[in-house]
């Protein structure tokens, strides 16, 4: 499955963002979706996951603040991002976990800064 994530971009501290994993054929079957990031000169880590049947999981560190989603008749995931930090800035990539295989989409860069 390709998968193009949009919605990032620059935002101020205590703002919020929508994040937004389009794939290009039906998500329903898929085990799970993901979001992960990747700070400058830091390991990818997972942000954020929710599976077929809808569970969802999430970093300690955006608990309470993000919220992942799925809308299966639009083929597309959904990252909520609120109170966001400047720790939060990163790349933003959106992950699919299937049978058939893993697949990455392109990246998205959110920017926390005043």
């Known amino acids: 499955v390709q998968l193009v994530e949009s919605g990032g971009g620059l935002v101020q501290p205590g703002g919020s963002l929508r994040l937004a994993c389009a794939a290009s054929?039906?998500?329903?079957?898929?085990?799970?979706m993901m979001w992960y990031r990747q700070a400058p000169g830091k390991q990818r880590e997972l942000v954020a996951e929710?599976?077929?049947?809808?569970?969802?999981n999430y970093a300690d560190s955006v608990k309470g603040r993000f919220t992942i989603s799925r809308d299966n008749a639009k083929n597309t995931v959904y990252l909520q991002m609120n109170s966001l930090k400047p720790d939060d800035t990163a790349v933003y990539y959106c992950?699919?976990?299937?049978?058939?295989?893993?697949?990455w989409g392109q990246g998205t860069q959110v920017t926390v800064s005043s």
């Open positions: 992950k699919a976990d299937e049978v058939r295989g893993t697949s």
């Open positions: 054929r039906s998500i329903f079957n898929i085990n799970a």
């Open positions: 929710i599976t077929s049947g809808g569970g969802t």
